[in-house]
Structures are given as structure tokens and as C-alpha cells.
């Protein structure tokens, strides 16, 4: 894999966690009664180098 491949898959898994908390976030804005917030387990994305 070249380097530019790597690059390229990183910054989709930083785009892709990042939208993964800012949902999980607004989510638990939504419900503020909720005292209890249940946040999605994120599932671990493997990039082999």
C-alpha cells in the first residue's frame, strides 16, 4: 500500500469517527431528561499498514 493510500483511508476514519461522536452528542442534547445516555460502542476500524 502506498503512502498516499494510507493518507487517504486515515482521514477516512477521522471524517468517519468524528461524525460517529457528533452524532452520539446530539443525540444525548436531544434527550436531556435522559439522565442515563447510552452512547453507540464504536466499532474499531483496522487499517493494516
Do not use: T
Request: net charge neutral; proline share 4%; glycine share 0%.
Amino acid at each position: 500500500m502506498h503512502a498516499s493510500e494510507r493518507e487517504f483511508l486515515l482521514a477516512w476514519r477521522i471524517l468517519i469517527d468524528n461524525a460517529l461522536e457528533r452524532n452520539a452528542a446530539k443525540s444525548a442534547a436531544a434527550s436531556p431528561a435522559n439522565k442515563e445516555v447510552i452512547v453507540p460502542r464504536r466499532q474499531s476500524i483496522d487499517i493494516e499498514f
